[in-house]
């Protein structure tokens, strides 16, 4: 069964302060797929990012970067100088290669507030 | 607009009614998934079609709930006999081809009383 963990419920940082939402994983598959979205007020789920299992290179976009680690099942999300739009739901999801459902495992979301 | 589009946005009925929803997802997307997110919770898994044929269904989705997808485009979900258990944003999504990102819809928000 698959699984994706994170930890931090809810996070508040000041406007420009850097923050790493932390995401943790568990499956049995070696192909798989990590993924971050984005959850604003208005409800509709923005991508982010599309990691898969054989590539760790870490990724930078513009003030968003991911680490991904395999050997500690890790996938965190970094946002550097933080602004008052970032405020959002931030989910971290994991679904595996091949056929079937195929669908999405996702967390149970980190709150982050960006206070001005 | 090129997006997967849901209807309606928010839907309140009385418990033991019917209500359906609908998606639209990308035009060429031949998977379609629906999810379900209640408060504080990530989005939680229903059902996948392949263009018109529904491939997998949570254990989560029971006999109440029953969705289809006419000639592999759009696709409706229905829920007999609402409960006050099943107010929550019914997701809808879509992908193509080999491409492993879902787009997702804004969702119809289910309140039910």
């Known amino acids: 069964a698959q699984k994706v963990t994170q930890a931090q419920t809810e996070i508040s940082v000041v406007e420009k302060e850097d923050v790493t939402l932390d995401c943790v994983y568990e499956?049995?598959?070696?192909?798989?797929?990590l993924f971050w979205y984005k959850q604003p007020p208005s409800g509709e789920l923005v991508f982010l990012i599309r990691?898969?299992?054989?590539?760790?290179q870490n990724e930078i976009s513009g003030r968003y970067s991911w680490n991904f680690q395999k050997s500690t099942s890790s996938f965190n999300f970094t946002i550097t100088a933080s602004q008052v739009v970032d405020s959002a739901v931030y989910f971290c999801?994991?679904?595996?290669?091949?056929?079937?459902?195929?669908?999405?495992?996702f967390g149970k979301g980190t709150h982050l507030i960006i206070q001005p | 607009d090129t997006g997967v589009s849901q209807d309606p946005r928010h839907k309140i009925t009385k418990r033991g009614q019917n209500v359906t929803f609908r998606c639209d997802p990308i035009s060429e997307h031949n998977r379609l998934y629906w999810y379900r997110q209640t408060l504080g919770q990530g989005p939680e898994f229903l059902t996948y079609?392949?263009?018109?044929?529904?491939?997998?269904k949570s254990r989560l989705l029971s006999d109440r709930f029953s969705a289809e997808r006419p000639k592999g485009s759009f696709s409706t979900l229905e829920i007999q006999r609402t409960e006050q258990g099943d107010s929550a944003m019914y997701l809808c999504?879509?992908?193509?081809?080999?491409?492993?990102?879902?787009?997702f819809g804004s969702g119809t928000q289910l309140s039910v009383l």
């Open positions: 499956t049995r598959d070696t192909t798989y797929y």
């Open positions: 079609f392949q263009n018109e044929a529904q491939l997998e």
């Open positions: 990691r898969n299992s054989f590539d760790e």
């Open positions: 999801a994991l679904s595996g290669a091949g056929g079937g459902a195929d669908g999405l495992t």
């Open positions: 999504a879509s992908r193509g081809g080999a491409d492993e990102k879902l787009f």
